[in-house]
């Protein structure tokens, strides 16, 4: 059975593993002017992630809006606020030993039922095994929004969800990786 680590399963939230890639989805508010925007305030960070992984998240979504011409303020035009959220989920996986159809030998009526009428060559029916194992392993994701600091409208979301990586080092991948793909989409940069 596979396990998170119990001091990182929330910020698993960006990525699914090393193999597969995080579901993102992005949504913006076409009226929101994003050129006129030019700095930001995090109103909320990923509070219930540890230190690091919160320091990490939080500088790669800061590289992502700095990249966008954007600078941090301590009263920015547009209010940050991030939530992350976990669920465990299993997965059951069945493997069958053996077919329960054995072809044509010879038969055993005692295991035929009553149509068997004694011994004799004919079809046999086989027993196989199944095998089911459970793989326990947990979802995460974060959640983005991005608010007008005036009208404390809604102009920008961005989540990616995906399973928790087993280690720090596949954590900090999946978060830069979850980072990337969920800011793709991100409205054009200012004007200069």
């Not at 909320?44 to 992502?64: F, H, M, T």
């Not at 606020?81 to 976990?86: E, G, K, P, Q």
């Not at 920008?156 to 979850?178: E, F, M």
């Amino acid at each position: 059975m596979k396990t998170a680590l119990t001091f990182v399963p929330l910020l698993g939230l960006l990525l699914a593993g090393c193999a597969a890639s995080p579901v993102v989805k992005t949504d913006a508010d076409p009226s929101a002017d994003f050129a006129s925007y030019r700095t930001y305030t995090w109103v909320k960070k990923p509070n219930d992630l540890p230190p690091l992984q919160q320091q990490r998240l939080v500088a790669a979504i800061d590289a992502k809006l700095q990249q966008q011409g954007w600078t941090q303020a301590s009263n920015g035009q547009v209010s940050l606020v991030a939530n992350v959220a976990t669920r465990e989920k299993q997965s059951l996986d069945t493997f069958y030993s053996g077919p329960t159809y054995a072809g044509w030998g010879w038969r055993n009526p005692w295991h035929m039922g009553p149509m068997a009428f004694g011994p004799g060559f004919g079809p046999g029916w086989g027993t196989g095994t199944a095998t089911t194992t459970v793989d326990t392993y947990t979802v995460g994701t974060l959640v983005l929004d991005m608010f007008d600091a005036k009208t404390k409208q809604a102009i920008w979301r961005g989540s990616a969800s995906g399973n928790v990586p087993d280690s720090p080092q596949k954590l900090d991948a999946a978060i830069q990786a979850g980072v990337d793909k969920m800011f793709a989409t991100f409205p054009d940069k200012p004007a200069s």
